[in-house]
């Protein structure tokens, strides 16, 4: 049992949703990044979602497009954030951590290599969204095999048809995109994620967090009470950006983990 599966199991004994907060690893600096990463789980944030800057970062709309630009001037690199995860763990052994990203750095560092450092360093599972489930071969089963767990992303577009190929070697949990675009683009809708996410459960055991266009504790709640839990990722990321403090950036934080918390 992954630190994921154990989070979640804690949660449904608790009747609670899940909240995962999304940060760039590096934005703004090493040293803030870290900061405010340490102080996620007191914030009420269940999962952290740590997100390797890359240079072509396809998925994602312009506020986590510029978090990444500012990661990456600041120096962070796939090492610094396995070094992230490394000095979160040193005082937090229980709240996990998802790393997502993109293939190429990966690629560059050899899959075995990066497997073993990131299992090291103590994360937890992958999301890495330019690797279809046709390409399971090349890091899916082989970070299954090394203990973590391998989170794959469905869609509105994801279909009947195209479903069991996308859950057939998902673990820890399904992430549902609850919009057709980017990262940041639109709002989500509870009437229109509810029923996506029933149409998901019907077909696997694991539990469904639902990410994009959540930006405020009001809609954590809404999309919370449809799914497993919510995820919120440019609303946080656009307040670094933004140069408040890591006290304001965790006060804002908490509001969005207590409107999850609340479904």
């Not at 390797?52 to 990456?72: E, K, N, V, Y």
């Amino acid at each position: 049992m992954t630190r994921i599966d154990a989070k979640f199991a804690a949660l449904r004994a608790e009747g609670k949703k899940a909240f995962v907060a999304y940060l760039m690893a590096g934005d703004p600096d090493y040293a803030t990044s870290l900061e405010i990463v340490k102080g996620l789980p007191a914030a009420g944030v269940d999962i952290i979602e740590l997100g390797l800057p890359f240079t072509d970062p396809m998925a994602d709309g312009p506020t986590i497009q510029l978090a990444g630009q500012r990661a990456l001037e600041a120096g962070q690199t796939l090492q610094k954030t396995l070094d992230m995860a490394a000095a979160f763990r040193a005082s937090d052994d229980t709240t996990p951590i998802v790393m997502m990203g993109y293939y190429n750095p990966i690629y560059s560092r050899g899959v075995d290599r990066f497997l073993a450092d990131a299992k090291a360093a103590g994360i937890d599972g992958l999301i890495v969204v330019d690797l279809p489930p046709e390409e399971d071969d090349e890091l899916c089963i082989p970070a299954q095999k090394a203990g973590l767990n391998f989170i794959r992303l469905a869609t509105p577009t994801t279909d009947d048809k195209r479903l069991p190929t996308v859950l057939r070697n998902t673990s820890g949990f399904v992430y549902y995109v609850s919009i057709t675009g980017i990262t940041g683009a639109a709002d989500a809708v509870a009437g229109d994620v509810g029923p996506e996410v029933g149409r998901i459960k019907a077909r696997t055991d694991l539990p469904v967090v639902v990410g994009f266009g959540i930006k405020t504790p009001e809609a954590s709640e809404r999309i919370a009470s449809v799914a497993d839990g919510a995820v919120v990722g440019s609303a946080i990321v656009g307040r670094i950006g933004d140069g408040q403090s890591p006290v304001e950036v965790l006060a804002f934080v908490k509001t969005l983990a207590d409107g999850a918390h609340r479904a």
